[in-house]
């Protein structure tokens, strides 16, 4: 007989990663993909070619609801003080960040440990400035965007455990 995971499993293993520290990376992955990218691979654990990784803005809990304000593409959400299996991570890149370059992926990886150097109080890492980058929780391919001074990126993505 098969064990399965219980909804009460379930948010627990939300709660634990709510707990702890997420980047988003993105990177340019590769051009040939053109403007429709394929699925990445589920056994991923890193991006074809980073450019660097900004730690979550902000990380709740959430829960389905067909008026809420949380839009995503699998669905709307809405915050919730308790604890559920979906979990809401907003990242706010900030103009300079990524400047000229074409994103194509991103991954949330949690457990990223800077580089000794790095100050604490540094939310964007460069490649370089990463001493592990932790490991990968999902990944998703888009439309490339291209990095211009003028935009700050906003990326909302809701997870179900």
């Known amino acids: 007989m098969a064990a ?3 909804t009460s499993g379930r948010i627990g293993l939300a709660a634990s990663v709510k ?3 997420a ?3 993105w990177g340019i992955g590769n051009p040939a993909w053109g403007n429709t990218p394929p699925p990445p691979p589920v056994d991923a654990s890193t991006l074809v070619s980073e450019v660097g990784r900004r ?3 902000s990380i709740d809990y959430c829960l389905p609801d067909n008026a809420g304000p949380i839009v995503v593409p699998d669905g709307r959400f809405v915050v919730t003080q308790t604890p559920t299996n979906h979990l809401y991570f907003r990242f706010f890149f900030e103009f300079e960040e990524g400047l000229g370059s074409v994103i194509r992926e991103q991954a949330i990886f949690l457990d990223t440990v800077k580089a000794p ?3 604490a109080g540094k939310f964007y890492l460069a490649p370089s400035e990463v001493a592990d980058p932790g490991r990968m929780l999902v990944i998703q391919r888009s439309a490339p965007i291209v990095r211009e001074i003028t ?3 906003l990326f909302e993505i809701v997870v179900t455990l």
């Open 4 to 6: 399965i995971l219980t």
């Open 19 to 21: 707990a702890r520290v």
């Open 23 to 25: 980047h988003l990376a």
């Open 55 to 57: 730690q979550a803005t």
């Open 117 to 119: 150097n790095v100050p």
């Open 151 to 153: 935009t700050r990126q």
